[in-house]
């Protein structure tokens, strides 16, 4: 199960890299002038994850596996981008395919470094995207209420609930607000995904900051923070400068970096923990002598289901699952501790897995 998330931001404000440091290659063009990024990069970033290690030394797994997100490098967007302008239309597709976006901000001050507006405003940077994609979805929906007249009038159930869903998001759009905002039942969550209107994606304010201000960021991440907390998005500062010196460093060099920055962890670790809250995301495990292994399931996810992220043959034969708490896992010494101590249950195809879960799945087949 892959999870996307979209770098996004106007020209000049850090995304490529950003993108770099997260991907610790090179991969994207970071250069000092618009649309340098042409192609949608891809990379894929490890989720830290401290327990995995601790799972897989108790166990004496052999290999270790981490979960992983991919983050999807989108060149920067101007004012006009709806229309075409820049490189919209190609754009404005890629982010329809990604579960979320990072909304990277520029908060930083450098007069070697040119911004499209010719200003450092990190609030109506957000607000020129925003609307940007607001009017891709008003003209998007447009196009498809008019798509579905002779389907509506001949009752067809599928199309009056579109149209429903379409005139709901048009309507919230008309006043200014994102089609997040509109309130979807359950019964209407998956048509109203397969919708992939642009700002119905969850949104994830980056504030990129200068060297000095990492740790504590500077009144333009203050103004941000305050934006995000109005609208119930997340933000995080970082300075991507400081996470590209990061990314090229060895393991214990990093530590010693971050430490004399006044750092606790990478701000890049911070951003992908972040996705992954943002996207309601939680990890289970399995643990063995050949491989400490993590998986990435959405809150809320049966056993069968988890058991299918594995391989679809153990949801379809699913059984049951042998579950152990990490908590317990550790405490006991490993499976076999836990399972004396009575710490090991049985669960049936109506549990919701927990995260931290380490589980072994029975199924036939």
């Not at 020129?128 to 607001?134: A, K, N, R, S």
């Not at 995301?281 to 058991?307: C, D």
Request: aromatic letters at 6%; one cysteine or more.
């Amino acid at each position: 199960m892959g999870f996307k998330v979209g770098i996004v931001g106007l020209p000049n404000v850090g995304k490529s890299t950003l993108f770099n440091a997260l991907t610790k290659t090179a991969a994207a063009q970071a250069a000092n002038f618009p649309f340098c990024t042409i192609e949608p990069n891809v990379g894929d970033v490890v989720m830290p994850d401290a327990r995995l290690d601790t799972l897989a030394k108790i166990a004496g797994s052999k290999e270790i596996i981490p979960t992983r997100m991919s983050f999807v490098d989108i060149a920067g967007l101007v004012k006009g981008a709806s229309k075409g302008e820049g490189l919209g239309n190609q754009f404005l597709a890629t982010i329809r395919e990604v579960d979320a976006i990072a909304h990277v901000l520029r908060c930083f001050e450098d007069g070697d470094v040119t911004h499209v507006e010719g200003r450092v405003d990190p609030v109506a940077d957000a607000e020129v995207i925003e609307t940007e994609l607001m009017i891709a979805d008003m003209e998007s929906i447009e196009k498809r209420l008019q798509g579905l007249v002779r389907k509506v009038r001949g009752g067809d159930k599928e199309a009056l609930q579109q149209e429903r869903l379409l005139k709901a998001a048009l309507a919230v759009l008309e006043e200014g607000e994102p089609a997040r905002t509109v309130e979807v039942s359950d019964e209407d969550k998956p048509a109203w995904k397969a919708l992939q209107l642009l700002t119905t994606k969850k949104v994830l304010y980056v504030c990129n900051v200068g060297e000095d201000e990492a740790a504590e960021g500077n009144a333009h991440s203050a103004a941000v923070a305050k934006m995000a907390a109005e609208q119930g998005a997340a933000a995080v500062v970082i300075s991507a400068r400081i996470e590209e010196e990061i990314s090229q460093l060895a393991g214990d060099e990093q530590t010693m970096f971050l430490e004399e920055l006044g750092l606790h962890e990478a701000g890049l670790d911070r951003l992908i923990k972040a996705g992954y809250q943002l996207l309601h995301l939680e990890t289970f495990f399995t643990v063995g002598p050949k491989e400490a292994r993590a998986w990435t399931i959405r809150e809320g996810t049966l056993a069968p289901q988890a058991a299918g992220v594995i391989h679809g043959d153990f949801e379809k034969g699913f059984i049951r699952a042998e579950t152990i708490a990490y908590d317990d896992f550790v405490a006991a010494g490993g499976e076999a501790g836990a399972k004396d101590a009575g710490k090991m249950r049985a669960e049936g195809k109506t549990y919701m897995v927990k995260d931290g879960d380490v589980l072994h799945f029975l199924h036939s087949g």
